[in-house]
């Protein structure tokens, strides 16, 4: 049984930085793309970043180029998504995605998604 389990979740000043993981067990995660998305309450599910399976590309949307960073640890299972100069704007549930082509992960149909975990940035 697959499984993505997000953590590092939670509620932060605005210019802070938090670091998610997502911890994937039952999948040959070296096989998989994987990536991040988040929701905010009454808006649709946006993209966020995606790493290659052994790390050589990344994409970030626009909003958060420069400010996040997406890597990966193919020895522990684990996709990292580092946040910095965090706003209110980026308070959301964050979800790790896995799929098996890097643009299934843009796309957003992922084969396996994580149960997401919240940030939420006051100003």
């Known amino acids: 049984q697959v499984q993505l389990v997000e953590s590092g979740g939670g509620s932060v000043q605005a210019g802070g930085s938090l670091r998610l993981s997502c911890a994937a067990s039952?999948?040959?995660?070296?096989?998989?793309?994987t990536g991040w998305f988040r929701q905010a309450p009454q808006k649709e599910r946006e993209f966020v970043a995606v790493?290659?399976?052994?790390?050589?590309?990344?994409d970030y949307a626009n909003s958060v180029k420069g400010r996040f960073t997406i890597s990966r640890d193919n020895a522990k299972n684990t996709v990292y998504l580092q946040l910095g100069n965090l706003k209110p704007e980026d308070t959301a549930v964050y979800y790790c995605?896995?799929?098996?082509?890097?643009?299934?992960?843009?796309?957003?149909?992922?084969?396996?998604w994580g149960q997401g975990t919240q940030v939420t940035v006051s100003s």
């Open positions: 039952g999948l040959t995660f070296s096989r998989y793309s």
């Open positions: 995605v896995a799929a098996g082509t890097y643009g299934t992960v843009l796309s957003g149909r992922g084969d396996y």
């Open positions: 790493i290659s399976r052994y790390g050589g590309s990344t």
